[in-house]
């Protein structure tokens, strides 16, 4: 990686590594974005590779952006409010989900 940035694969303990690969996967698993992509990739007249090389850029970006966004974000607003934030948006999602899945 860029020595610019700071930050290098090798800096990097494997746990932590493996702990946010997995967070991330799981999470994108069955999402909308996987399942925008696989519309994509059922086009007969869309190139598969091009289908993964489109959507592996964009996730790359958006990610990007979610890293540089947390770590100005951070800056102002305390780890564990961040947390709890999060912990609280992702609970309201899933009882939202769940009020309106039997409409």
Not at 8 to 30: T, Y
């Amino acid at each position: 990686m860029d020595e610019g940035v700071g930050i290098l694969v090798e800096d990097i303990p494997v746990k932590q590594f493996a702990v946010i690969f997995l967070s991330v996967f799981i999470a994108e698993v069955g999402d909308k974005t996987q399942l925008a992509t696989m519309l994509f990739a059922t086009d007969s007249g869309v190139s598969k590779t091009g289908v993964f090389v489109a959507a592996a850029a964009a996730l790359v970006l958006s990610t990007l952006v979610a890293v540089l966004a947390g770590g100005v974000v951070s800056r102002f607003v305390a780890e564990s409010t961040l947390k709890i934030v999060a912990g609280v948006g992702f609970i309201a999602v899933g009882v939202w989900t769940l009020a309106t899945a039997y409409r």
